[in-house]
Every structure is written in C-alpha cells, then in structure tokens.
C-alpha cells in the first residue's frame, strides 16, 4: 500500500528503524505467569485493521487515520483509537508488533490484563495528544501503534529495568543474539526520539514522516503512570 498524501505525505509512528541494527525480541530475564492474552489479542486486531486498510486502500485511511486539524476542530475524535490499530505498510506493521511482543508480556503481567489493556489505549491517547500539540494545524493523516508501544516501554522501563532484553544484532552481513539492559536499550531509543523530534522542528518540510513526538508523548505517559497501573507492588 502506498503512503497517500493530501496535504503532505501519511505521518506514521513507527518503531522498526528506531534501534537501527539492534531489534528486542523478548524478556530473557523473566517469563510471564500468564499467557499475555491482551497483547495478543491486540496484535491480532492490529493485523486484521491492516487487513481492511490493504482492502480499502486510501479510502480507508484517509477515512479512519487521525488529521490533527480535523481533532483539534472537534471533529472524528474516533480516529484518535482507529489510527492506533493502522499501519503505513508492511515493514511497519511487522516492526511495531516485534517491539510489543518484546516488552508487551511482562507489562500485562504486572498489570493485570484490564488495567493492561486501559494503559495501553490511553497509552496511544497520549501519544495522539501529543502530536497533535505539536502539529495542530496539519492536515496529515497520522496512524501507528508506536505512540502506544512507546507507553509500554516506559513502564517496562521503570518496572524492570535490570532484565536483559534478547535483541537481534545486525553486523553487517552478519547477525547475532545479544542481551542488553532494557534500561540501556529504551533509553538509547528515547534519545533517538528527542534527537530526531529536535531535527524534525528545525528541518520543517524535510522530516522523514515519523511522529516521534507521539513516541515521546506515549513514553513519558507510560513512565509517569505505569507503577499506577501496576498497583505500586513490582512483580
């Protein structure tokens, strides 16, 4: 599916390039007491929304991705949940759903799978606010489950910062497994979310099309609120 443009071209929150060479692939720390039943279920509804959107091509997007003109004059807030569960395309898609998979498990565990399943759609609000604070007036549509990803990686950040991450290293023509501190790994790509929103401010018009301040919004909302979420009692 190619990106539309009206007005400028589709803005996505996308996590797959985030990292570079460097991809998490799951806790190797810990494992879940449960089946993570919600995060399934929301990679699930992920591939079925990106299902219809190959379906319905840019009618569909333009009709259910969020513009934030159009939330910001009271109109098709539904979009703000719809664009959450849509993707620009295949690379995408399969990047954003790797990195829930990675952190998604033991955050559901900690929580609880309702408190979970709130956190992550407001999560995604969060994420949707504020790239809409910084680009109110723009008339590109905006989709991505990223901005509420990035609230899971802050929770799990704040929740279980020592645990090693098995992460896939690109080297070249070469490949390995590493583990990594998760606090090293999600603050390296926090940084990389500042660094690039700071060059995307001052390179107006030249910007690659990420809504990294979507992935800033959903971070810091999941830091500041995921021990809430969680009851204070660290698994």
Known sequence: MDPICKGGCL???TNEES???????????????RFPIVT???IIANGFVFVLEL??????????AETPATIVAGHHWVTILTAMFMHAGWMHILGNMVFLWAFGPEIE???????YLAFYLLSGL????????????STVPNLGAS????????AFLVTYPRDRIRTLLFLGWFTRI???????LIALWFLIQLFNQVGAVADVGTGSGVAYAAHIGGFIFGVVTGRVFEGFQRP
Do not use: K, N, Y
């Open 55 to 64: 379906m319905g091509g840019d009618a569909f997007v333009t009709q259910w």
């Open 109 to 115: 565990d900690a929580m609880g799978r309702p408190r």
């Open 178 to 184: 590493a583990f990594i501190p998760a606090s090293l």
């Open 126 to 137: 969060a994420a949707s606010l504020a790239q809409t604070a910084i680009m109110p007036s």
């Open 19 to 33: 990292l570079g060479s460097m991809i998490p692939l799951s806790d190797a720390s810990r494992r879940p007491s």
């Open 40 to 42: 399934t279920a929301i």
């Open 147 to 154: 901005g509420a990803i990035a609230g899971v990686m802050g």
């Open 11 to 13: 803005s996505h929150e």
